[in-house]
């Protein structure tokens, strides 16, 4: 999700901004979908881009580039 705004940005479990995450995916210091597997989160991701406007190509491109690269999933390669 890009974040431009404070209130796009999770918080930790101090209620302190974390520059990392977006709301939708980190809040009081937790990962909202612990346990969900990167592809599983693309694909999360891809659905909830698509029904907010953005094409489903475009949603696409960005969950697939971007998620791999955030901390989180660093390391982690998605499935083909």
């Known amino acids: 999700m890009p974040m431009h705004h404070l209130s ?8 302190t901004i974390n520059m990392d995450y977006c709301h939708f995916c980190f ?10 597997s990167l592809e599983q989160k693309i694909e999360k991701n ?4 698509h ?3 953005m094409t489903l190509e475009e ?3 960005l969950a697939r580039e971007t998620l791999p690269t955030l901390k989180r ?3 982690l ?3 083909a």
Do not use: C, Q, S, V
Not at 8 to 15: I, Q, V, Y
Not at 46 to 49: D, F, K, N
């Open 8 to 15: 796009d940005f999770g918080t930790n479990k101090d209620d």
């Open 27 to 36: 809040l009081k210091g937790k990962f909202i979908d612990h346990g969900i």
């Open 46 to 49: 891809i659905g909830i881009a």
């Open 51 to 53: 029904e907010a406007g």
């Open 59 to 61: 949603a696409i491109l």
């Open 73 to 75: 999933w660093k390391g």
């Open 77 to 79: 390669k998605p499935m």
